[in-house]
Nanobody, 124 residues
Framework: QVQLVESGGGLVQAGGSLRLSCAASGRTFSSYAMGWFRQAPGKEREFVAAISWSGANTYSADSMKGRFTISRDNAKNTVSLQMNSLKPEDTAVYYC?????????????????WGQGTQVTVSS
């Protein structure tokens, strides 16, 4: 079992930055690939970014490339999402997820554990 707790969400003006963090506890953190997803009101949950278990490989949704950066610290059992140049359309609840099973990083069905989410609101 893995427990995930997100933090760092909040209200920011368009063009600003936020850094989300996800703290993991339970089974060996470094065994899992990690991902960030988001869900806006009335919309489906969508892929934001993912990182392999070692941190050697990262993946981002096309709309976030160049603005969002995922990283992890296996010594601290944390994964982070640095978000720059935020836009009002980035407003959503952001979820951290852990992936042990095989399958693509962008498919939420391939993730085994989820956090409760943290709200990000970007004002225009």
């Amino acid at each position: 079992q893995v427990q995930l707790v997100e933090s760092g969400g909040g209200l920011v003006q368009a063009g600003g930055s936020l850094r989300l963090s996800c703290a993991a506890s339970g089974r060996t953190f470094s065994s899992y690939a990690m991902g960030w997803f988001r869900q806006a009101p009335g919309k489906e949950r969508e892929f934001v970014a993912a990182i392999s278990w070692s941190g050697a490989n990262t993946y981002s949704a096309d709309s976030m490339k160049g603005r969002f950066t995922i990283s992890r610290d296996n010594a601290k059992n944390t994964v982070s999402l640095q978000m720059n140049s935020l836009k009002p359309e980035d407003t959503a609840v952001y979820y951290c997820a852990a992936k042990l099973t095989q399958g693509g990083y962008s498919d939420l069905r391939n993730y085994d554990y989820w956090g409760q989410g943290t709200q990000v609101t970007v004002s225009s």
